[in-house]
């Protein structure tokens, strides 16, 4: 059994608003799931679920085996969760979070002392391991959250949108531990906002939007599946974006800003088309480039049509 | 992922902790952490540092006009102060409380394997423990003033553990209230405003038949007014049953009503 999250028809209603619609998914051992989705997707709602502060209304989940609905203490004992704000006890210095946290979790007095100086190094802390956490930056406190939840190795690992605020330096350290973490044969959970960190470090990409799963697949799998190439068009100078939207705004996928426009188009033929809707307007094309779609474009071209749908 | 990988994986894979460690343990642990806060310096000048200020400041107000009335302010009045720093202790309670909920400190308890019983009871621990810190400071204070036991050990114990189990009490109250309320400001407004009221319409600074008529039943009936006669009861020798037991009846009804309010709001939030 490699499985160590399981959700499957996961469903939560808020009063009227459905925030997940049978979401289901899988994250075997040792593989970074990265949950991508927009603000309001039910990324947290998800989380929260699974790391048992809310009850579904419908569908399974099992971590490693453990339902947290009716044996929430057993899911507990093996998720390590790294929320959305830090959760610290500001009044105490990290390395009393630390120790604090790890003797939560089990750690002998002497034991969770030597875990929380192992910690502080690892994540670049110790200058600072007797300054209150108030005082502390928020690139700092983002860093020590991690450390508090990693201070007790745990099987599964749940990050929800964790270098939200971090500077280049310290996201790259996480990147680099979610990597290790991953190594060791730990289970990731990783939401993001950010798709070039979903690039980076998932294995697997589920987008979500509204509650709804949209795609599940490696990043390359996504890009094929949204159009297995991107057409990026910039017009002369001086070109009109009202007039770009008009002539290419109804093609599927299609996303323009000011004089420039993508295209994703399944064959390189379909640039014929594109150029055609072009050649009766009075823009001129200033470069072309054919490539492969980013992740962004896969996230709008994804995310998009829903939208239109929703404020129709 | 291929099969042999998987396997790997899999012996790599920290191992799941054991079994939890029972709520004994979980208790120290929680104990521990709100102990270090509430000797803090932040903490103790709210247990000890400004009850002591506030018996200083009614002391210079209220004493030359009480004995002029043939009223020992020491003995009087140390019971009052003394309640109202039992106040600001269960207020002080619920503000970490919900310090705790906003910090996420709180969530990340609750997805930790600990037991829930603990967290309520590390949770009141704390706050007999603080009920006691400024008893002791407040009693040694009134000393100076006039303030004595004149009933021997055992009615000293009693005053004392009459005064922690009333900041229990009171803690239960604001407890329920620091788990209802999210918004931090309408929760410090709502743990403020009561307190004045029932404070001064107490038998607290100025006896019962001296408030006008309509307001003399409040008074008199007033939970401060009785849990104020017990503790000067306690202290004086006109040691009765009479005089402690509205008090007693208030503390027992207060301490079981809050208990039932805590357990249900602390279980909305923390299995939703």
Not at chain 1, 256 to 270: H, I, L, Q
Request: some cysteine; charged content about 20%; proline content about 5%.
């Amino acid at each position: 059994m490699t499985e160590a999250i399981s959700l499957s028809d996961l469903t939560k209603r808020f009063g009227e608003q459905t925030a997940l619609d049978r979401v289901s998914l899988r994250i075997p051992t040792g593989t970074v799931v990265g949950l991508l989705g927009p603000n309001g997707a039910g990324k947290t709602t998800l989380i929260n679920c699974l790391t048992t502060l809310l009850r579904p209304d419908g569908g399974t989940i099992r971590v490693l085996g453990h339902d947290p609905v009716t044996d929430p203490s057993q899911v507990r004992a093996n998720i390590a969760v790294t929320g959305q704000f830090a959760a610290l006890d500001e009044q105490i210095s990290p390395r009393e979070n630390l120790v604090f946290f790890g003797r939560l979790l089990g750690l002998g007095r002497g034991e969770a002392q030597q875990r929380a100086g192992e910690m502080l190094e690892r994540f670049e802390l110790g200058e600072a391991a007797y300054t209150p956490v108030g005082y502390l930056s928020g690139g700092m406190r983002r860093r020590l959250d991690l450390a508090v939840s990693l201070v007790v190795p745990r099987p599964v690992l749940v990050l929800d949108e964790p270098t939200t605020g971090l500077d280049p330096r310290s996201r790259k350290l996480l990147w680099d531990m979610v990597r290790a973490e991953a190594r060791r044969g730990v289970a990731v959970l990783l939401t993001t906002q950010y798709l070039e960190e979903a690039d980076q470090l998932a294995d697997r990409i589920v987008v979500i939007d509204k509650g709804r799963v949209l795609a599940d697949g490696s990043s390359d799998e996504l890009k094929r599946d949204v159009g297995g190439i991107m057409c990026r068009l910039t017009m002369t100078s001086g070109a009109d974006a009202e007039e770009v939207r008009r002539a290419l705004g109804d093609l599927p996928g299609v996303t323009t800003e000011g004089d420039k426009a993508a295209v994703p188009m399944s064959r390189p033929e379909d640039v014929a088309a594109v150029l055609g809707r072009l050649a009766g307007t009075g823009l001129r094309i200033a470069d072309i480039e054919v490539t492969k779609p980013t992740l962004d474009e896969v996230f709008f071209a994804l995310t998009e049509p829903m939208e239109k749908e929703a404020t129709r | 992922m291929t099969t042999t990988s998987d396997v790997a994986a899999v012996t790599g894979a920290p191992a799941p902790p054991g079994r939890p460690a029972g709520w004994q343990h979980d208790f120290h642990v929680l104990f521990d952490r709100l102990r270090v806060r509430s000797f803090s310096r932040g903490g103790l000048v709210a247990t000890v540092v400004q009850p002591l200020l506030f018996f200083a400041i009614f002391y210079c107000t209220f004493a030359g006009m009480l004995d002029a009335r043939g009223i020992d302010f020491g003995r009087f009045v140390t019971p009052t102060v003394l309640v109202q720093a039992l106040m600001f202790v269960a207020i002080g309670s619920a503000t970490e409380l919900a310090a705790d909920r906003s910090s996420g400190v709180f969530s990340r308890i609750l997805t930790s394997p600990v037991d829930m019983r603990a967290m309520s009871l590390a949770h009141l621990a704390v706050v007999a423990l603080q009920g006691l810190l400024s008893s002791v400071a407040l009693v040694l204070a009134g000393h100076l003033a006039g303030f004595r036991f004149d009933n021997g050990v055992l009615a000293a114990m009693g005053f004392v553990v009459f005064a922690v189990a009333f900041t229990v009490a009171l803690s239960l109250a604001t407890a329920t209230i620091a788990l209802r309320l999210r918004n931090l400001e309408a929760l410090s407004a709502v743990l403020h405003l009561p307190y004045l009221p029932l404070l001064v319409l107490s038998t607290g600074f100025v006896e019962a038949d001296l408030f006008p008529g309509w307001l003399q039943p409040f008074v008199e009936a007033s939970p401060v007014s009785g849990v104020i006669d017990a503790l000067r009861a306690l202290s004086t020798a006109e040691l009765s049953w009479g005089a402690t037991l509205p008090g007693l009846a208030w503390l027992v009804g207060l301490v079981a009503f809050f208990s039932w309010t805590t357990t249900v709001a602390f279980r909305k939030v923390a299995i939703r």
